[in-house]
């Protein structure tokens, strides 16, 4: 049943949305330069990789050294806009109408997370990830990885269709008042380096 609702949803969705994308991609070209999508390989269900989209939200720039500058200096008004909206997660939809992901789960983060989870911390691939998920609307990136990844297991242990329902619901209301967006003192969320095992 999650998976038919899953492919139901991004389908229509990407339909519903496609003049939406266009205004999008234009801007980026625009704002930003190409390329339009930021493509990364993240862990799926049980861990295994999937290439996942968004649409680009920061500048290639540089420092003398040549290596890029911190997020917070890369992200310009555009970026900023399409992050705070949750915009930049509609290419997602194309990963969950080709069963990478799903509408509701925990947030694909980086591979090299994996090896540095807990066992506990580790369940949090025991469903797909989503495009929303219990820790996105119980305090996203404004919360400690910790406490994220606590409330990604519960929601793997206790899964269900008007779990999901209240979630994405929640999120609704998240996205209008653009709450959680990055951590204290951080563009984004700085990274997880192991909380032990």
């Not at 339909?15 to 994308?21: N, Q, S, W």
């Not at 990604?152 to 269900?160: G, L, M, P, R």
């Not at 779990?163 to 967006?181: A, F, N, P």
């Amino acid at each position: 049943m999650k998976r038919l609702i899953d492919f139901l949803v991004s389908f229509f969705a990407l339909v519903f949305v496609i003049p939406l994308i266009v205004v999008i991609i234009v801007a980026i070209r625009v704002r930003l330069g190409s390329p339009i999508l930021f493509t990364q390989v993240r862990p799926g269900l049980y861990g295994k990789p999937f290439k996942m989209f968004k649409f680009r939200t920061m500048t290639f720039e540089y420092n003398e050294k040549g290596e890029l500058l911190p997020d917070a200096m890369r992200i310009n008004y555009l970026g900023s806009l399409l992050r705070s909206t949750s915009l930049d997660e509609l290419p997602n939809l194309w990963n969950i109408l080709v069963g990478h992901m799903s509408l509701v789960g925990p947030r694909p983060l980086l591979m090299e997370y994996l090896p540095l989870y807990s066992v506990e911390q580790a369940k949090r691939h025991y469903v797909k990830p989503g495009i929303t998920g219990w820790a996105q609307v119980n305090g996203r990136n404004a919360i400690s990885w910790e406490d994220k990844f606590a409330l990604d297991v519960w929601y793997a242990n206790n899964q269900s269709f008007f779990l999901d329902l209240k979630i994405i619901l929640m999120t609704i209301k998240k996205v209008l008042l653009r709450s959680g967006i990055s951590a204290q003192g951080e563009a984004t969320m700085p990274k997880f380096t192991g909380s032990g095992k």
